[in-house]
């Protein structure tokens, strides 16, 4: 006698765990937007009109633009950038083009074919490394320090404050401005792996070869990172390959990159591939660090960035 079917059912216990309320609660937070559209409209700059200072709900004029190149704040910053960084910056970018080239053409001459899937592999992770980087970096500059910092403030932190407060400034500035920082961030890392090249024996370079491709995509993508920041915030004009890369997620997506740029500006701050963004966010890894800081240290994040921002008459 064939036995009755039994509709398909979850058992109690999977029933039970499938509506739990912490259940749906993780779930909920997983999938919420880290800033909805609404937040972005009203609290950043619209990228295609560097004079827009808020889409929904327009300030009084008397108290001064929120955002743009007509920020006081931002007019200020602007005006420190000096004759000396820039000849730094350009050195800086000689060297690093160089020092590029050179360990390019080493590269091909000791590449193996049989290696090329750990060396892609290594590739893959140096760019991961280069996102995370560019994050960390960008959120000790934005969220601590001041630009009266002796050297360090004038000539590193400047920039993102100016960013900030007037977000498009940045596809105002030229190749050696956008780039001459990262680019000297690299050289000693480039530098050495010429000097590997020139005195190691062939032996020793193929025993190097997985970590020294690493350490070439880390440099390039890290050297690259502002360039690829300043496309993210490039509304006209783009290269159609760049565009590409840009909507496939290889590099930083100008509305990923949006995200950012909504006051506070305390999320989303990997500006090289942008891959990390979303799962620091949820790991809630700035905002833990912060909180460590500012119980510990006593400093506020962001105190000289919102210093900034209020100047704006």
Request: proline share 6%.
């Amino acid at each position: 006698m064939a036995l009755p079917k039994r509709p398909l059912s979850c058992s109690p216990k999977v029933s039970q765990v499938l509506e739990c309320p912490l259940v749906d609660a993780v779930a909920t937070n997983l999938l919420a937007p880290v800033k909805t559209e609404r937040q972005i409209l009203e609290n950043s700059m619209l990228e295609d009109d560097p004079n827009a200072n808020c889409a929904v709900t327009p300030e009084p004029r008397e108290r001064g633009p929120r955002w743009g190149p007509q920020h006081k704040g931002a007019q200020e910053l602007a005006n420190l950038y000096s004759q000396g960084k820039r000849i730094q910056e350009c050195i800086c970018v000689a060297i690093c083009l160089t020092l590029m080239a050179v360990n390019f053409v080493f590269i091909l001459i000791h590449l193996k074919v049989e290696r090329l899937s750990a060396i892609l592999v290594a590739a893959f992770f140096g760019i991961l490394t280069a996102d995370f980087a560019s994050g960390f970096v960008h959120w000790a500059a934005d969220t601590w320090g001041s630009v009266e910092l002796p050297i360090l403030g004038k000539n590193f932190l400047r920039p993102f404050r100016e960013h900030h407060i007037d977000p498009t400034s940045i596809t105002r500035h030229d190749f050696i401005e956008t780039n001459g920082d990262n680019f000297m961030v690299t050289i000693p890392f480039l530098g050495r792996m010429v000097w590997d090249f020139i005195v190691l024996s062939e032996d020793d370079v193929q025993r190097k070869f997985i970590w020294t491709s690493y350490v070439f995509l880390l440099a390039i993508f890290v050297a690259m990172t502002n360039q690829i920041h300043k496309w993210s915030h490039t509304y006209f004009g783009l290269p159609s390959w760049v565009i590409f890369l840009q909507e496939f997620h290889v590099i930083l997506p100008r509305r990923h990159h949006r995200i950012h740029h909504v006051a506070p500006h305390e999320t989303y701050f990997c500006i090289t591939t942008g891959w990390l963004n979303w799962p620091l966010e949820k790991l809630r890894f700035w905002s833990t660090l912060e909180y460590l800081i500012e119980t510990t240290a006593g400093h506020k994040p962001r105190a000289d960035d919102l210093k900034w921002a209020e100047k704006r008459k």
